[in-house]
């Protein structure tokens, strides 16, 4: 997917449309009635040439200056993201330093609002695309709503089944939506070309300042416009940069920008058409097509958020920051296609909450603008680290052009969270009930190991006691799995004690995730021979990867001849034993412990063979405090 040759630029860049541009295409269907509707507007040629004037450059200084050009900058061998950017920027921040900490702290931040936004856009896009049959009569307007829910349960239903087969149509689909939108909406430019002067920046800001309060809600609706930015950068690792931006500036941003000038064009012309510009625009007998044609648009604009909330999930799994997870390949031949069961069905519960809760698309723009600002936020203030620290840039250059754009994302931020009991309330109570997972399991997870860190014998103290005490060897191979390197396993010592053997080659295995998206295979295995029969072997994986147990020991160069059907695989589980007077609070240690039951088993998350491993537990008291300043690796 990332060659970028000339021959297959086109065709990649035609995919984007489908998986990066999804989001932000179908926003035309509620932008400007969002817009007139936030201070009950007339669609008066004044009112509209502003609002128009404020979509059309936060368009361009949003999408097409700081996401295609200056954030896509910040990739890690190709791939993209806020956790990929946080890592970037955490890179040069000494290990444990407080300074590492924060900017990990503002990656969580921007990721846990992500998660408010892949649980409002599937409700706000279909909403605002099944809203255009009161368009063709008031008495279908009980269905809305119905529908919308059926569309929703039947799209996570799928999830299972996987969508490869029917994603490679995506693409077209998105190049046909598109196309129509650019169409459409020189239909009525022609007619009112006086709606050029849109295109004029002073009568957006003139607005602003004639308005006051009212003109601070207004920048509220106007980001509608600019959602879905944030997937240029996380999806670069699927398609590249240029595929992205050839899709952007030759296709996207002129459908967008003539169909926004198209509905304003409409409105000038008919102004009764206030209440849906978008499906007014169009013949009355093409409403139910169109209907079917942006449910369609939709459902591609969901399933990309869909799609990127299951790659966010899995990559702040193996980041440490949430628990192991249960992830099914859906595709043989395509390693990226994954399903969550446990997250596909929470997110469906709350789409379906939020249509039932909201009702209809306006209703809802300023719960969608406050998850899409505040990520759009937090990605601007981790974006001066990478630009300071691995760019080079002198203080004073990344400092001054990356408070343009954060003055920007917050005065956008600011006008959405205003209207925080409006709806603004949804995402960011996802965002804090997210984030309070992800702090408390990674919190969680340092006292346990610490908890069992004094614990832990040394090989050469263990090699020792092996000479004193000669132990029974068992024929076959023994591979024990520790997240310590240079420690014997509590599983080892516990099959020691209740066994009385050990295995003749005995393989003491960890896997180390990396704040890198990917390791090269090169450099994916490390071992040694500690004598006696015992290997250590570290495996290293990025946080785009899968680990494999199985596949992994047979890369591996051991040095004896490994046989996968006589090996036994060791693994352990702790249960946490609540204990008020902690570092961590009684309900955290709760909810610690609650997560660390529901965390996928090894077998799952590792690809272990189900008949070859056996699983020994520990119950275990956190410690009142961690020693180690909190270290992000």
């Known amino acids: 997917m990332k060659d970028e040759s000339k021959a297959a630029l086109p065709w990649l860049a035609m995919a984007t449309l489908g998986v990066v541009f999804g989001d932000i295409g179908t ?300 992830i099914r390949h859906t595709s043989a031949a395509e390693r990226g296609q994954i399903y969550l069961p446990g997250l596909n069905w929470i997110l469906m519960i709350s789409v379906i909450l939020i249509i039932l809760a909201f009702k209809s698309s306006n209703a809802l723009s300023f719960a969608y603008g406050t998850a899409v600002t505040g990520t759009m936020l937090f990605t601007t203030i981790l974006i001066f680290f990478v630009a300071r620290e691995n760019w080079r840039w002198p203080t004073w250059k990344a400092g001054l052009f990356c408070s343009f754009f954060a003055l920007l994302d917050g005065v956008f931020f600011g006008a959405n969270i205003s209207k925080f009991v409006d709806g603004g309330w949804v995402p960011v109570s996802i965002g804090i009930v997210v984030f309070t997972l992800m702090s408390t399991w990674r919190r969680g997870r340092k006292l346990l190991s610490q908890a069992l860190a004094p614990s832990t014998l040394s090989i050469p103290d263990f090699l020792g006691m092996m000479a004193v005490s000669p132990i029974n060897r068992v024929a076959g191979t023994a591979v024990f799995l520790t997240v310590r390197v240079g420690g014997i396993p509590h599983t080892l010592l516990h099959n020691l004690k209740h066994n009385k053997v050990l295995h003749e080659r005995v393989i003491i295995l960890t896997i180390q995730f990396e704040s890198t998206p990917r390791v090269p295979r090169a450099e994916r295995t490390t071992i040694r021979d500690y004598g006696e029969g015992i290997y250590g072997l570290t495996a290293r994986y990025g946080f785009m990867e899968q680990p494999d147990i199985p596949e992994v020991l047979g890369a591996a160069e051991l040095p004896f001849h490994w046989n996968p059907a006589d090996t036994t695989y060791f693994v352990s589980r702790q249960h946490i034993l609540p204990a008020a007077g902690g570092s961590l609070s009684l309900w955290r240690q709760r909810l610690f412990a609650v997560m660390l039951k529901a965390s996928a088993t090894a077998i799952d998350f590792f690809r272990l063979p189900a008949n070859q491993v056996m699983e020994l537990g520990d119950i275990v008291e956190l410690p009142q405090q961690i020693h180690q300043p909190p270290s992000d690796s």
């Not at 307007?141 to 994603?167: D, E, H, K, N, Y």
């Not at 920048?219 to 050839?246: K, N, S």
């Open 27 to 326: 926003s035309p269907l509620y932008t400007v009635s969002a817009c007139l509707s936030a201070l009950s507007l007339s669609a008066t040629p004044a009112h509209l040439f502003a609002i128009l004037s404020l979509i059309l450059w936060a368009l361009i200084l949003i999408v097409a200056v700081k996401y295609a050009w200056f954030v896509m900058r910040a990739d890690e061998h190709g791939e993209g993201g806020i956790m990929v950017l946080t890592a970037l920027a955490a890179r040069a921040k000494p290990e444990g330093s407080r300074g590492r900490w924060l900017i990990f702290a503002l990656g969580l931040l921007g990721a846990s609002l992500f998660y408010g936004d892949g649980a409002v856009t599937p409700a706000i896009s279909v909403l605002s695309a099944l809203q255009g049959m009161e368009v063709a009569s008031t008495r279908l307007t009980p269905f809305v709503v119905p529908l919308s829910v059926g569309i929703i349960v039947g799209l996570f239903w799928i999830q299972r089944r996987g969508t490869g087969t029917i994603s490679r149509l995506f693409g077209p689909a998105m190049l046909a939506w598109f196309l129509l939108l650019l169409t459409s909406g020189l239909v009525w430019v022609v007619q009112s070309p006086s709606v050029l002067n849109a295109l004029n920046p002073w009568l957006g800001l003139h607005m602003l300042m004639h308005h006051g309060v009212g003109g601070f809600t207004i920048l509220g609706a106007v980001v509608l416009a600019v959602t879905g930015a944030e997937a240029l950068y996380a999806d670069m690792g699927h398609f590249g940069g240029r595929p992205i931006r050839l899709a952007w500036y030759f296709v996207v941003l002129p459908a967008l920008a003539f169909n926004y000038l198209g509905q304003g064009a409409l409105l000038i012309l008919h102004p009764a058409a206030i209440k849906n510009p978008f499906f007014e625009m169009f013949p009355h007998w093409a409403t139910i097509p169109m209907v079917v044609v942006s449910g369609i648009a939709t459902v591609i604009a969901s399933q990309s958020i869909i799609t990127g909330a299951y790659s966010a999930t899995r990559q702040a799994s193996m980041l440490g920051y949430l628990p192991r997870l249960t």
